[in-house]
């Protein structure tokens, strides 16, 4: 760990806000399996994994960790964890197998009964509609680049809001609309593996435009604790060279400022609209889009894992990259150690970036949806897995973020990336996420020392120790 670290990774002396919410999260492809269950449609995940070369080892979520039938021992789990809370999200084809119109009740069925089994745990639902896993159908159709789907997705919430509304307060749109956009449509590292600026331009703002149609069926239905989940990954210039500063603020642009400030200001970053005219990938907004796009929200999901440096470089770096404009723009390696993911470690970025959202989203409480380290666990002789690395990062982020709520962001809820070992999308399972470690041959849950650690520090805030 480096020698800023803001506290001592220890649970004993983290304080939180009263109510404030302990939860776990996942995702529907990461974790359920049983793709081809209960009238499940493909989804462009089905498609990208089962495309040869484009995930590692080929792996697939065919089986992941069989949630879909084993979550009942998976809300156990959370039990035991003393979880008050747990964030899952919808597989659209589950719900609608063509993406829209017939709907699948079986698949329904299998996301009331997990909500009951949640309630009758006392454990609430926070629900995301969307985590990546666009019904294939959809795609063919053209994808997050037909300005259609975004209507399509506020049918498909008005769908599942339906069939949940009477359980489920607390509602969120998308996941890390970031990665759908350009991870899938410029870096081509996710479904649907696509490398086009202008794709990429149009899929941020139908699923700007989604998120908004959907905030405003799902109020119309009565839905009063609404939220969006963003991903954000603070930038700094390597030196403060004019050509780096401008290298950060165009990265900044794009993976930060251009989801956020739409939905709160209604209109978009002035630099981030030039930068993507000039790459001749213009977003295509329509008369009235960005009222749609800032229909009031009820809270901010934040998703935080690590912080970058980037530089400007003379020519073209040659990598794949996830921005529009930006291939003479590299990326520092992290000084310090770094996860399996390769990803830096950096508490302090999480506190900057809690206390830079209270200034850019005024208001707007706060509550971080997704945050976690990847490593290399096993379960030991003594049959217990030892992290201590993810740990440190899980104490380290807490007390970072207790610290950007003593200068006032107003964060009232973290939730843990992830409750289990799961499927990391292109990366497979050789990435290891969880609280819980998952043997895939055995499908063995066998929760790690940092979920006792987690587990500690929830007992300690109810004033149980
Ligand atoms: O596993 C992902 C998750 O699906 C979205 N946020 C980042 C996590 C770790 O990469």
Redesign the pocket.
């Known amino acids: 760990m480096t020698s800023t670290d803001v506290r001592p990774a220890t649970a004993a002396g983290l304080q939180f806000p009263t109510g404030f919410v302990f939860g776990a ?1 996942t ?1 529907a492809y ?1 974790i359920e399996g049983a793709v081809d269950v209960d009238g499940r449609g493909p989804s462009i995940w089905d498609t990208f994994s089962h495309t040869p070369g484009k995930t590692f080892a080929g792996h697939t979520g065919d089986v992941a960790v069989e949630h879909y039938t084993r979550y009942p021992e998976d809300v156990a789990l959370m039990g035991e964890l003393g979880l008050s809370a747990y964030r899952f999200s919808v597989a659209w084809s589950r719900v609608l197998p063509e993406g829209a119109g017939r709907i699948e009740q079986r698949g329904l069925d299998f996301y009331r009964r997990l909500v009951d089994e949640l309630l009758s745990a006392g454990i609430d639902p926070w629900l995301t509609l969307y ?2 896993d666009l019904p294939q159908a959809l795609q063919d159709r053209g994808g997050w680049t037909d300005r259609d789907t975004a209507a399509r997705f506020a049918d498909y919430a008005a769908v599942v809001h339906g069939a949940l509304g009477d359980r489920v307060a607390h509602w969120s749109t998308l ?2 609309p970031m ?1 759908s956009a350009l991870l899938g449509h410029m870096a081509g590292q996710h479904a649907p593996g696509h490398r086009d600026p202008v794709e990429a331009s149009r899929a941020t703002h139908h699923l700007l435009l989604g998120h908004g149609l959907a905030t405003r069926v799902l109020r119309d239905a009565g839905a009063d604790h609404l939220g969006i989940t963003l ?1 954000f990954t603070p930038m700094s210039p390597a030196t403060g060279s004019p050509a780096d500063v401008d290298a950060a603020r165009r990265l900044d642009g794009q993976q930060n400022r251009m989801f956020l400030v739409p939905i709160v200001t209604g209109e978009y970053p002035a630099d981030v609209v030039r930068d993507l005219a000039a790459a001749g990938a213009p977003l295509p907004v329509e008369d009235g889009d960005l009222d749609v796009i800032s229909t009031p929200v009820d809270w901010l999901g934040v ?1 935080y ?1 690590f912080r970058s440096t980037v530089r400007a470089v003379a020519e073209p770096t040659g990598k794949a990259t996830a921005f529009i404009g930006a291939e003479r723009i590299d990326d520092i390696d992290p000084a310090g150690p770094t996860t399996t ?1 390769g990803w830096g470690i950096s508490p302090e970025g999480f506190t900057d970036l809690m206390l830079r959202l209270r200034d850019l989203a005024p208001g707007l409480p706060l509550f971080i949806t ?1 945050n ?1 380290s ?1 490593w290399p666990d096993e379960v030991g002789d003594d049959g217990a897995v030892h992290d201590p690395e993810r740990t440190d990062y899980l104490l380290r982020h807490l007390a970072a973020m207790t610290t950007a709520i003593e200068q006032g962001a107003d964060v009232r809820g973290y939730f843990a ?2 409750l289990l070992d ?1 499927y ?2 292109a ?1 497979g399972y050789a ?1 290891r ?1 969880g609280l819980v470690h998952v043997d895939y041959g055995t499908q063995r849950r066998t929760p790690k020392d940092s979920a006792r650690a987690y587990a500690d520090v929830i007992r300690r805030h109810r004033g149980s120790v």
Do not use: K, V
Request: charged letters at 15%.
């Open positions: 999260a995702a990461q985590h990546w996941n890390e990665c991903n998703n894992y993911m997704e976690g990847a990336w992830s799961n990391e999308w990366r990435q996420f």
